[in-house]
């Protein structure tokens, strides 16, 4: 007899939803491009032998596909492509190979499902902070950090006067990160120069000796690498074994436990549906 814990075990058959996506697109172009109605000359922007896009046709389908409005002659160029793919596929007789119907019914059943399950979830998955934080306590370990690292904040000029420069400003009392938005030259400079937490391998050797032996609050003086000149200021440190604080962990926190209680509620459902709907399996399969 089939149980829960049997169901449990089964491997969740996860839908790819862009596979489907495509599909419903492609069989979307079968049903509705080529069936236009005549007498609407005034509002077509493309057209295939008797197949015709119009303008209501191109703005609906390009808001479903989630593409810019800016991408409507590449859009257009696509269409036709796929309608004379389409109209000599039709001409070839592929409409009535069996195969489509499969397709068709498949994709039909896989669509229906997908939106079940989806309400499913919306339905009855919530993670409360308790829950995270829960899940924080019992996995700490997971949350180590495994070498030591440095919160810094970090300016980059490609001259060693536009660094005095910067280091100047710092050192009058401007902000080092806004000193930083108007003069550094690399990838943090719009975060005003917040690298976030950096391991002692992730930083160049002439920065790093810096790095952990400056005092906490500290600015460095000019430092000269193959990269350039950089300043950096120590916000934080912290060494191997420490924990990383909740706050910086939970985006990690809430998909884990999102993931375990999908699989729950689409295991539960399936449980449920077995009891509410007759199931049958032959035990003579025939080879």
Same mark, same amino acid.
Request: glycine share 6%; charged share 30%.
């Given at each position: 007899?089939?149980? %829960?814990?049997?169901?449990?075990?089964?491997?969740?058959?996860?839908?790819?939803?862009?596979?489907?996506?495509?599909?419903?697109?492609?069989? *979307?172009?079968?049903?509705?491009? $080529?069936?236009?109605? *005549?007498? @609407?000359?005034?509002?077509?922007?493309?057209?295939?032998?008797?197949?015709?896009?119009?303008?209501?046709?191109?703005? +609906?389908?390009?808001?479903?596909?989630?593409?810019? %409005?800016?991408?409507?002659?590449?859009?257009? %160029?696509?269409?036709?492509?796929?309608?004379?793919? &389409?109209?000599?596929?039709?001409?070839?007789?592929?409409?009535?190979?069996?195969?489509?119907?499969?397709?068709?019914?498949?994709?039909?059943?896989?669509?229906?499902?997908?939106?079940?399950?989806?309400?499913?979830?919306?339905?009855?998955?919530?993670?409360s902070q308790a829950e995270?934080?829960?899940? /924080?306590?019992?996995n700490k370990s997971q949350?180590?950090?495994? #070498?030591?690292?440095?919160?810094?904040?970090? =300016?980059?000029?490609?001259?060693?006067?536009? +660094?005095?420069?910067?280091?100047?400003?710092?050192?009058? $009392?401007? !902000?080092?990160?806004?000193?930083?938005?108007?003069?550094? +030259?690399?990838?943090?400079? #719009?975060? $005003?120069?917040?690298?976030?937490?950096?391991?002692? *391998?992730?930083?160049?050797? #002439?920065?790093?000796?810096?790095?952990?032996?400056?005092?906490? $609050?500290?600015?460095?003086?000019?430092? %000269?690498? *193959?990269?350039?000149?950089?300043?950096?200021?120590?916000?934080?440190?912290?060494?191997?074994?420490?924990? @990383?604080? =909740?706050?910086?962990?939970?985006?990690?926190?809430? !998909?884990?436990? @999102?993931?375990?209680?999908? @699989?729950?509620? &689409?295991?539960?459902?399936? /449980?449920?549906?077995?009891?509410?709907?007759?199931?049958?399996?032959? #035990?003579?399969?025939?080879?």
């Open positions: 007899m089939w149980t %829960k814990n049997n169901w449990k075990n089964w491997p969740m058959q996860r839908i790819n939803r862009k596979y489907y996506a495509i599909l419903f697109f492609v069989i *979307s172009s079968l049903w509705t491009w $080529g069936c236009a109605p *005549s007498g @609407r000359n005034e509002n077509i922007v493309a057209k295939v032998g008797d197949a015709v896009l119009t303008q209501n046709d191109l703005k +609906a389908r390009m808001e479903w596909e989630g593409i810019a %409005k800016d991408r409507a002659e590449e859009y257009i %160029k696509r269409w036709i492509d796929q309608e004379l793919l &389409y109209q000599e596929a039709q001409r070839s007789g592929l409409a009535k190979d069996k195969a489509l119907d499969y397709a068709l019914e498949n994709f039909k059943k896989q669509w229906m499902i997908q939106k079940l399950v989806e309400k499913t979830f919306a339905e009855k998955i919530r993670i995270i934080k829960d899940y /924080y306590e019992k949350f180590q950090v495994q #070498e030591d690292e440095v919160h810094l904040l970090h =300016l980059l000029t490609k001259s060693q006067a536009d +660094a005095e420069i910067a280091l100047r400003e710092i050192q009058a $009392g401007r !902000p080092f990160d806004q000193v930083a938005r108007n003069r550094s +030259a690399d990838a943090f400079r #719009e975060k $005003g120069g917040d690298m976030g937490f950096v391991p002692r *391998s992730g930083l160049a050797p #002439e920065i790093g000796r810096i790095a952990f032996s400056l005092p906490i $609050g500290n600015v460095s003086s000019v430092i %000269k690498t *193959s990269y350039g000149y950089h300043i950096i200021k120590v916000l934080e440190r912290r060494t191997k074994g420490d924990v @990383r604080p =909740l706050k910086e962990v939970e985006n990690i926190i809430l !998909p884990r436990i @999102r993931v375990d209680k999908e @699989r729950a509620t &689409y295991y539960d459902l399936l /449980y449920q549906l077995k009891d509410k709907y007759k199931v049958y399996v032959t #035990e003579n399969l025939k080879e």
